[in-house]
Nanobody, 134 residues
Framework: QVQVVESGGREVQPGGSLRLSCTAS????????VGWFRQAPGKPRERVAR???????????WHADSVKARFTITTDNAKKTVYLQMSALTPEDTALYYC????????????????????????WGQGTQVTVSS
């Protein structure tokens, strides 16, 4: 059974930075679509960023306009980990951050599906809380 685990969330002051990590036990994240989402209390879940990890290299990434230039999704294939580097955090970034992973991968069609806002994911973590507060 694939278990997705997020880590790195904590309380941070406005303007601060955090790096969230996503791993999947017993599952290779190479050539997969991996996404970061967030949900604040009383608000719908929001897509934050996606990456198609590929076998090597930095992968192909997409970021929501609301976080572009502040957040960066990256992959470390050797460590089988996907990161979300967040900077210039504001209280509006306070949320439970989730990582999600696709089952399919390795084909151009899978890459194309990952590139779309409608990209679907099969495995989800329990989330890690990020709180931005002074």
């Amino acid at each position: 059974q694939v278990q997705v685990v997020e880590s790195g969330g904590r309380e941070v002051q406005p303007g601060g930075s955090l790096r969230l990590s996503c791993t999947a036990s017993g599952y290779d994240l190479r050539s997969k679509c991996v996404g970061w989402f967030r949900q604040a209390p009383g608000k719908p879940r929001e897509r934050v960023a996606r990456i198609y990890t590929g076998d090597t290299g930095a992968g192909i990434t997409w970021h929501a306009d609301s976080v572009k230039a502040r957040f960066t999704i990256t992959t470390d294939n050797a460590k089988k980990t996907v990161y979300l580097q967040m900077s210039a955090l504001t209280p509006e970034d306070t949320a439970l951050y989730y990582c999600a992973v696709s089952r399919a991968g390795g084909t151009w069609s899978d890459l194309a599906r990952c590139s779309k806002e409608s990209a679907q994911f099969d495995y989800w973590g329990q989330g890690t809380q990020v709180t931005v507060s002074s």
